[in-house]
């Protein structure tokens, strides 16, 4: 008698208790989804060579050569070369493209005019560029210009 | 004497008419008992809900939702709700944000105890974080201490290696899906 009491006790203890734990946890799932794509990015770096630009670092900066003459003096980083019939400017940039996610290799870089320009004629690593069209080259990442 | 039996019969009449109506009323009314037993047992409950600042979950409010950062990368656009907090030469983040929100009945605990693991080990090239926390399939506190009965907002990290796909990096142009276990405990 005494030991039915016992296992009586003993199985309303573990009822109890494991209606206790049960019930004091609450679970859920949150599933997540996400897609990953490649892609690059363009930014325009001073050359230590070159003309300190403005917004280095961005995809959005400025290089002012400032006063240019054939014969003046010229600003920090600009470099001339005058002939009978016109002189140049120069100055050097960088222009340094990260990729992620991808095998790529390398990229092409193009450029052009953002508006016509008929009395200067403008180059970018020797390839002349208008407004009319891109024109390009092909470069390795990671790579300064 | 025809005055007093007149009385009488009328006295008789009225008390005939007051028996017949209490026996009528009698007859259309019962009574009874039920003996209700109720057991109030305790708990509490997990449901996540979307966050204003974060992506739209699907089945919010409830224990089993989902949470879509759709089309992410380092540089390009992110999808609304979606944020990237940082982007290194290793790895780029993107974060959204949840809300967890339990209900407690029949306790006396005033807080919980949320902890998280993931159902199965990360994608290749992918970790996934909750509140700072690096997943893993062992489960790991998240907060101590959590009140009940309001939405609590915890930041969703995804952190994707750069690297390209077959050289560490994630599978490109696929969702990936990973579902993250939540266990909510009284304290």
């Known amino acids: ?145 | 004497m025809l005055k007093t039996y007149i009385s009488i019969m009328r006295g008789a009449a009225l008390a005939a008419m007051l028996l017949c109506g209490g026996s009528a009323l009698a007859q259309t009314t019962a009574t009874g008992v039920i003996n209700g037993v109720l057991i109030n047992k305790n708990g509490i409950s997990l449901q996540f809900d979307t966050d204003p600042a974060g992506v739209t979950l699907g089945a919010a409010g409830t224990n089993a939702a989902t949470a879509n950062f759709g089309a992410v990368s380092a540089f390009g656009p992110l999808a609304a709700g979606v944020t990237r907090p940082s982007v290194t030469a290793a790895n780029f983040t993107v974060r959204t944000i949840f809300d967890v929100q339990v209900i407690q009945g029949g306790l006396t605990s005033t807080t919980y105890t949320l902890t998280a693991n993931l159902a199965a080990a990360a994608p290749t090239g992918l970790s996934y974080k909750v509140d700072a926390v690096t997943l893993t399939t062992a489960s790991q506190t998240i907060q101590t201490n959590a009140g009940y009965n309001t939405d609590i907002a915890h930041n969703l990290d995804l952190v994707v290696s750069t690297a390209a796909p077959g050289a560490g990096g994630p599978a490109v142009g696929a969702p990936i899906t990973t579902t993250i276990n939540f266990t909510a405990t009284a304290n």
């Open chain 1, 1 to 145: 008698m005494r030991k039915v009491v016992l296992l009586t006790i003993f199985a309303a203890l573990m009822m109890i208790s494991s209606a206790a734990v049960a019930q004091t946890t609450a679970n859920g799932t949150l599933t997540v989804t996400a897609t990953v794509n490649g892609s690059i990015q363009l930014v325009f770096n001073s050359d230590a060579a070159g003309v300190a630009l403005t917004g280095s670092g961005t995809n959005a900066a400025t290089l002012a050569f400032g006063n240019v003459s054939a014969f003046g003096a010229v600003g920090a980083g600009v470099v001339r070369t005058t002939t009978a019939t016109n002189f140049t400017v120069s100055s050097a940039v960088d222009v340094q493209v990260s990729k992620t996610n991808s095998a790529s290799a390398n990229y092409t870089l193009t450029a052009q005019l953002g508006a016509a320009d008929a009395v200067n004629a403008w180059t970018v690593g020797g390839t002349p560029v208008t407004n009319a069209s891109a024109a390009g080259q092909r470069n390795r990442y990671q790579q300064h210009h």
